[in-house]
C-alpha cells in the first residue's frame, strides 16, 4: 500500500464530495428543516443525471441542462409531496413510492437503457473527472451559491414558515400556515436540488445510470449526520444556518474521503454499501450513547452500592 | 362578535369509543366579553374551543366570527381570527426559532407570506418594545431560541404571539395548567392586562374555580357536552366556589367531579 497513492485519489475523492455535498443539501431540507424522511431522492438524484445526459447528448448545454434536471427533479418532490399531503400516505412510504415509480420513468428518460454514456470529448461539461481541479473549482462555486440561496430562502416569510412547520406543526396552523403546501413546497425544491446534484455526477463520472441513486438517501443523511458532528465538535453552540449549511458539504467530503481511504485500504467495492450503514449507524448512535453512558442505569447501580456499602 | 349556535360533535361514531362531545352548544360573545369556562373532566370545555378553532369540522350547527361564517374554513385558514394559547407551553411556540421569529410568524397570521425578508428591523424593535412589557427580561435574549426558555416565559411569548395581532377571538385552553402556581399567576395576571388592554373577546378554559371566578365578566359551567350555568355581571362578582358546587349540583343532579378545580383554591 503506497500512502502515495491514496494523496493520488484524494482531489478525485473531494471533487465527487463536493458534488454529492449539494445532494446532501436537499437532503438537510427535507430530514433537518421540514422534519421529513424523503426516500424520494434514490429516484430523483437518477433523474436528474438521465435528463442531463439526454439532454447534453442532443444538444443542449450543459448549464441548461441542469436547470431542467432541477425542474424534473421538482416535479419528483412534488409527486411524493401530493402523495403525503392530498392523499395521506405516511412520509416514508411517500418516498418509497415516488422512488419505485421513478425507477420506470427513468428508463423510460434514457429510451430503455439502463446506462448512457457521456463523453467528455465529445461536450463541452461543466464538472468532469478529467478535470478535477477545475471540478472542484466549479462545484464549490455552486455549493456556495447554493448555500447563499437557502440561507436567503429560509429567512423569507416562506421558508420561515416552512422552518416553524418542520419544528412545530400544531402551532404553524394556529398562526395561519398552511402546513401541507409548505411540505409540497419544501420537497420539490429539495428533489430539485437532489437532481440537479444528480445531473452535475453524471457530467463528473461521463454517463448516467439507473442505479447511481441507490443509497443515495443514506449518503446525504451520513453527509447531514457526519457534518453536525464534526461542526458540534469544532464550533459548538455558536453554530449559525449558514455554518450548519456548509458543515453538511464537509460533511460530505469527509465522507468520501473515508471511502477513499478504505478503498485504498483494499477493501473489496462490494462491501462499500455495507460500510456505508455501518459509518452512518456509527454517527446516528454516537450521540445517543454519550447520553446514556453519563445517564445510566449501571452508573447509579454503582452509585447506589458504593452508598450501600458505605452505610451498612 | 362571536356567535355559536347549536354545536354538535360525536367523536368514533359507531364505534365502542363512540362519545358525544357537544351536545348542541349555543353561545354569543359581544365584542370584549372575558368568558371563563369551567367544568368537570370530559364536559367538553376543550372540545368547545377546539371547535371554534377548526381543529376538526363539526357535525352540526354554524359558527360565525365578526359576521363570517367560518364553519366550513379549515384550522389555518380561521387562523387569522383566532390567537391562540394551549395547556402544553411546547405547543404555542417553535422550539428552534429564535422569539423574534416566533413573533414575526405570529406578527404575519392571516397574510400571505411570500419572498418578502421573515422580520425586518422595525418589526424588531417593536417586538423590543411588547418583551419589555412582559417584564421577563426576554427583551434582551431575542436571539435566543425558545426551545431554551421555561415552561412560563414560553407561555408569556405564545400569549403576546397570539394578540400580536388583534384577534377577533382569543382562545385560551387551560394555559396554566402546566406551570406552577407563582407563574400561573404572573402569566395570569400578564392575560388579564393584555385582554383589558386590547378590550380582547376572550375565553378562557379553566380547571382553577378561583381563577374562573376572579377573571372575567361571565363564566360558563359546561357538564356532558352542554352549557349549564352562564352567570354574568353584578351576580358572577358575588360568586364563590361554594356557590358555584351549588349550582352544578342543581342543574346536573350529580357531584362535580374534577377534583383537580376544587382541590385547587
Redesign the interface.
Known sequence: MNIGMLFQAMPGNVAQGIIWGVMALGVFMTFKILDFADLSVDGSFATGGAVTVVLVTSGWSSPSALVMAFAVGILAGLATGILHTLLGIPDILAGILTQIALYSVNLNIMSGAANMALSVNQYNLLVSLRYISRTILVASGITLVLICLMYWYFGTEQGSAIRATGTNPAMSRAQGINISLMKVIALSLSNGIVAFSGGLLAQYQGFADINMGRGAIVIGLAAVIIGEVIGHALIGKRMNFIVRMLFVVIGAIMYYIAIGIVLWLRMPTNNLKLFTAVIVALFLAVPYLKDKANNSFAKAGRRGAAYHDSTD | MIQLTEIKKTFNPGTINEKLALDGVSLTMEEGDFLTVIGGNGAGKSTMLNAI?GTWPVDEGSIVIDGENVTGLS???R??Y?G?V?QDP????????QID?NL???N????S???????TKSEREFYHEALKELNLGLEDRMTTKVGLLSGGQRQALTLL?ATLQKPKVLLLDEHTAALDPKTARTVLETTERLVSEHNLTTLMVTHNMRDAIHYGNRIIMMNEGKIILDISGEEKKNLTIEDLLHKFEEVSGEEFTNDQAILSK
Do not use: H, P, S, V
Open positions: 378553532a384550522e389555518y385558514r387562523a387569522k383566532l391562540r394551549f411546547m405547543t404555542g411556540t417553535a422550539a428552534d426559532m421569529e414575526a410568524l405570529a404575519r397570521r392571516g397574510k407570506r411570500g419572498l418578502a425578508w421573515g422580520i404571539m
